[in-house]
C-alpha cells in the first residue's frame, strides 16, 4: 500500500515538474520546497485535479489516473474552505458518510464519536462562522476520519493557525492518523512543523520531486535550492 | 458544473422556443415582403425614441446620483429602494399613474387650468418619452449610484487633503467613473427602449409613434399579413439582436445585491448652491417616481371595493401564469447558468420580440388546434423566455463563486450531479434564485404583451383586463385593477426575494 509516482510528468502552462518516488505506506511525510515550486501541482495531480502529462500514479498497485478525485483512496485538506459555510459542523461531517439528507441513527452516532475525538461535541449544531479557526480545523479533520480514505494530503490547512494551536493541530492529526492506519503527506513552509512530526520529507525543487528523505538529514545538510530558501 | 446532458437539453429547448415559432412565421408568410415606407418609418421612429429615451435618462440620472451618492437624510435607503420599483412595476399600472399625474385630466393639468394655461396631453413621441423616462431613469441612477460608490474612499480623502477645486475633483475622480458607467447605463436603455410595445401600444400608435413591435402586433392583428409581420420580426430581431451584442460586450453580470450603495463621505459640495441643487434634484426625483405610484394607490383604494368579476377571474389567471412561468423560467436558468454557452443562450431572450415568438407559436398551433385556447401557456412560456436572460445573469456569478471557492473540497467528497446541487449549488445561490424568481414572478404578473395577440375575452390575464377597462373609459375600475395589479407584482417579488433571504446565511 504504497503511493507510487512513475516517471510522472506534469504539464501546468510553462510549468514544469517530474516526479520518480515512492511514499512507504502508514508514513508521515512533510512537502518541502520554495514557493511555485510545484508542491500544490503535485497534491492536485495525485487527487485528480490535475491530469497528468505522462508517467503514472499508483496507490497499492492501482493506477489513478483515470478516477475522478471523490473516487480515489485520496482526501485532501485545503489550506481553507474545506467546510461549507451553510451547513452544520455535524451535517458537513456527515457528509463523509452519506449524501442523503437525514443521518440514520447509526452514522449519527459515528458522528458524534468522532467530533469527540477531536473535542467538539456540543458543536455540532453550530455553523462554521460560530467557530474558531482552529475549531473549523478540527471539524475538517474530523471529516476526513470518517472519509475512510488512506492517503491523506494536507495542502497547508493549519497555516492561519496560531504557533501553539497549530502544534497541537498536527499532534492530533499524527495520533488520528496512527489510529486509522493512513498514509500523510504534508505541505509545510516550516521546517520545525516537518521536524516535529514527519519522519519523512520530499523535496520539491527544480522542477522535480524527489525523496523521500529522512527529515532531520535533509534539513540538517540541504541541498542548494532548499539551502537559499530556508536561509541558511 | 451541472451536468452537461442537462444543460444541452435545456440549451436546445430554448434555442428551438425561440427559433421554431421565427421559422413558422417566415414559413406561413412565404418569405418576407420588401419594406414599406411605414415599415421603415416604424424603424425609425424605433431607434429615434430609443436613443432619445437613453440619453435623457443618463442626462438626468447623473446629477440625481451624485446627489444620493453624498447626502445623508432620513428616507435616502428608502428612495434607494424604491429607484429599484419600477423595473418589476407593471408598465400599464405606471402608464396610469402617468396619466394621473401628467395626462389631461390629471393633477398638473389641473394645476395649469387655475393659472389660466392649457392642459398637458401625454399621447404621442412626448407621451412614450416621459414613460421611457419613467421607468428608466431610476434604473440610469442606481447603475451610475453604485458606479459611484465603488470609487476607493481613499480618493476623496485624498482630494480633500489636496484642497482639490470641485472642477478639478470632477476631472480627477468623476469624469472617469462617469466615462466607465454611462455608456454601459446608456445602452441598456437603449436596448430596453427598442423593444418597446405596452407603452407604444398605450400612449403612441398612429404612423408617427409606432414602434416596430407595434407594427408587428398590428399587421398581425389588423392586417393578418403575414408577409409584413414576418418582415419586422426579421427587422426587430437583427435591431435588438445587434443592440444585445454590443450591449453584452459592455457590461458585467448585473448584481442582485445593489445593496443600499453606501453614502461616501465626502468633503467637497459644502457650498450654499451645491447643496441646494442636490436637495432640488433628490426632491423632484423622488416626486417624479413617488406621484404616480401614490396615486395609483389613491385611485385604486376607491375602485378596489367594487371591481367586476372579470377582473378577479383575470387576476387567477394571472397568478397561475406568473407562478408557472417563473418555475419554468428557473428551471431553464440553472442548468444554462452553469455552463459558458448556456448563459448565452440564455441572452436570446434579450434579442427575442415577444410578439415574434407569440405570432410564431400562433401559427404552430392553428393548423391542429384553437389557437385562443392556448393563450395563457403560450403567455407563460413567452414571459419565461423573456425573465431567462435576468435570471440567469443574477444567477451565473453566484455560481461559478460557490464552484470556485468550494468545487475541490465537493469533489473531494464525491458530490455529483443533484447531490452537488443539493449539497454545495442551491444553499449558495440562495439569495439570486430568490431574486430571479422574485423578478420573473413580477415581470410575467405584469406583462402586457403576447397576451394581447391572443386576446379572447374568456382567457384574459390582469394586465389585459385592466388594458381593457381603460380603453372602454371605465377609470373606477381600470384604476381598482392596478392598485391589484401592483400588489400582486410587488407581492410577489417581494415573498420570492423574501424567500431567498430568509435563513441564507453568509
Not at chain 1, 137 to 156: G, N, P, V, Y
Request: charged fraction near 15%; hydrophobic fraction near 50%.
Amino acid at each position: 500500500m504504497a503511493l507510487r509516482l512513475e516517471n510522472l510528468i506534469l504539464q501546468k502552462g510553462a510549468f514544469r515538474l517530474e516526479a520518480n518516488l515512492t511514499v512507504p505506506e502508514n508514513s508521515f511525510t512533510a512537502v518541502i520546497g520554495p514557493s511555485g515550486a510545484g508542491k500544490s501541482t503535485l497534491f492536485d495531480a495525485v487527487a485528480g485535479f490535475l491530469p497528468s502529462a505522462s508517467g503514472n500514479i499508483s496507490w497499492d498497485g492501482t493506477p489513478l489516473f483515470d478516477l475522478p478525485p471523490g473516487k480515489r483512496p485520496v482526501a485532501m485538506l485545503f489550506q481553507d474552505n474545506n467546510l461549507f459555510p451553510h451547513l452544520t459542523i455535524g451535517q458537513n461531517v456527515g457528509l463523509a458518510l452519506t449524501q442523503k439528507s437525514r443521518l440514520s441513527e447509526e452514522q449519527r452516532q459515528a458522528v458524534e464519536r468522532v467530533l469527540i475525538r477531536v473535542g467538539l461535541e456540543e458543536m455540532a449544531n453550530r455553523k462554521p462562522s460560530q467557530l474558531s479557526g482552529g475549531q473549523i480545523s478540527r471539524a475538517a479533520l474530523a471529516r476526513l476520519l470518517l472519509q475512510d480514505k488512506c492517503l491523506w494530503l494536507l495542502d497547508e490547512p493549519f497555516s492561519a493557525l496560531g504557533p501553539a494551536l497549530k502544534s497541537e493541530m498536527l499532534k492530533l492529526v499524527r495520533e488520528v492518523a496512527e489510529e486509522k492506519n493512513a498514509t500523510v503527506l504534508m505541505i509545510t513552509h516550516d521546517p520545525q512543523d516537518a521536524r516535529a512530526v514527519a519522519p519523512l520529507s520530499l523535496l520539491v525543487a527544480e522542477n522535480s520531486a524527489a525523496g523521500p528523505f529522512k527529515t532531520d538529514e535533509l534539513l540538517n545538510n540541504p541541498p542548494l535550492a532548499l539551502a537559499e530558501y530556508l536561509g541558511h | 458544473m451541472a451536468s452537461r446532458p442537462v444543460a444541452i437539453i435545456a440549451g436546445g429547448l430554448v434555442t428551438a422556443l425561440v427559433a421554431v415559432p421565427l421559422a413558422a412565421v417566415f414559413y406561413r408568410a412565404g418569405g418576407g415582403s420588401s419594406l414599406g415606407a411605414a415599415e421603415w418609418s416604424a424603424l425609425r421612429f424605433t431607434v429615434w425614441q430609443a436613443f432619445l429615451s437613453a440619453l435623457l435618462s443618463c442626462l438626468l440620472a447623473i446629477p440625481a446620483a451624485r446627489a444620493l451618492s453624498r447626502r445623508r437624510f432620513p428616507g435616502r435607503d428608502v428612495l434607494v429602494t424604491i429607484l429599484g420599483a419600477p423595473f418589476i412595476l407593471p408598465v400599464i399600472v405606471a402608464i396610469l399613474g402617468l396619466l394621473a399625474v401628467f395626462g389631461r385630466e390629471g393633477m398638473i393639468s389641473q394645476l395649469l387650468m387655475t393659472f389660466g394655461l392649457p392642459r398637458l396631453s401625454i399621447y404621442g413621441l412626448h407621451g412614450i418619452f416621459l414613460a421611457h423616462v419613467f421607468f428608466n431613469l431610476p434604473l440610469a441612477t442606481r447603475l451610475i449610484l453604485q458606479g459611484w460608490s465603488e470609487v476607493p474612499a481613499e480618493r476623496f480623502r485624498l482630494a480633500a487633503q489636496l484642497g482639490l477645486s470641485s472642477r478639478a475633483l470632477y476631472q480627477i475622480i468623476e469624469w472617469p467613473m462617469l466615462r466607465k458607467t454611462v455608456p454601459g447605463a446608456f445602452l441598456v436603455i437603449f436596448v430596453i427602449c427598442l423593444s418597446s410595445f405596452a407603452v407604444a401600444l398605450t400612449l403612441g400608435g398612429g404612423p408617427k409613434a409606432t414602434t416596430v413591435e407595434l407594427a408587428i402586433y398590428q399587421a398581425f392583428r389588423f392586417d393578418f399579413d403575414l408577409g409584413k409581420a414576418a418582415t419586422l420580426a426579421l427587422l426587430q430581431l437583427v435591431l435588438v439582436g445587434t443592440a444585445s451584442l454590443v450591449l453584452l460586450r459592455l457590461i458585467g453580470p448585473m448584481s442582485s445585491d445593489v445593496g443600499q450603495c453606501r453614502v461616501l463621505q465626502r468633503w467637497d459640495g459644502q457650498s450654499i448652491p451645491a447643496k441646494s441643487i442636490d436637495s432640488a434634484v433628490i426632491v423632484l426625483i423622488a416626486l417624479f417616481l413617488l406621484l404616480p405610484i401614490l396615486s395609483v394607490f389613491m385611485r385604486g383604494a376607491m375602485g378596489l371595493a367594487d371591481l367586476p368579476l372579470s377582473v378577479w377571474t383575470a387576476a387567477g389567471h394571472s397568478i397561475q401564469v406568473a407562478l408557472a412561468s417563473t418555475a419554468l423560467c428557473i428551471a431553464f436558468a440553472l442548468p444554462l447558468a452553469s455552463a459558458r454557452q448556456g448563459q448565452t443562450v440564455a441572452l436570446l431572450g434579450f434579442a427575442l420580440s415577444p410578439l415574434v415568438l407569440g405570432t410564431g407559436l400562433f401559427l404552430i398551433l392553428q393548423p391542429y388546434t384553437n389557437p385562443f385556447e392556448w393563450a395563457l401557456p403560450v403567455t407563460c412560456v413567452v414571459n419565461a423566455l423573456m425573465s431567462l436572460p435576468f435570471a440567469v445573469r443574477a444567477i451565473a456569478p453566484a455560481l461559478e463563486q460557490a464552484e470556485a471557492d468550494y468545487g475541490r473540497t465537493a469533489d473531494m467528497l464525491n458530490l455529483t450531479g443533484w447531490s452537488r446541487w443539493r449539497w454545495l449549488y442551491l444553499p449558495r445561490i440562495r439569495r439570486p434564485l430568490g431574486f430571479a424568481a422574485g423578478l420573473a414572478a413580477a415581470l410575467s404578473m405584469g406583462d402586457l404583451g403576447v397576451i394581447i395577440l391572443f386576446a379572447d375575452p374568456e382567457r384574459a390575464t390582469l394586465p389585459l383586463q385592466m388594458y381593457r377597462l381603460m380603453g372602454a373609459y371605465q377609470m373606477d375600475a381600470a384604476g381598482g385593477t392596478a392598485l391589484l395589479l401592483l400588489m400582486l407584482s410587488l407581492g410577489a417579488f417581494w415573498l420570492f426575494d423574501k424567500g431567498g433571504r430568509y435563513g441564507s446565511s453568509t
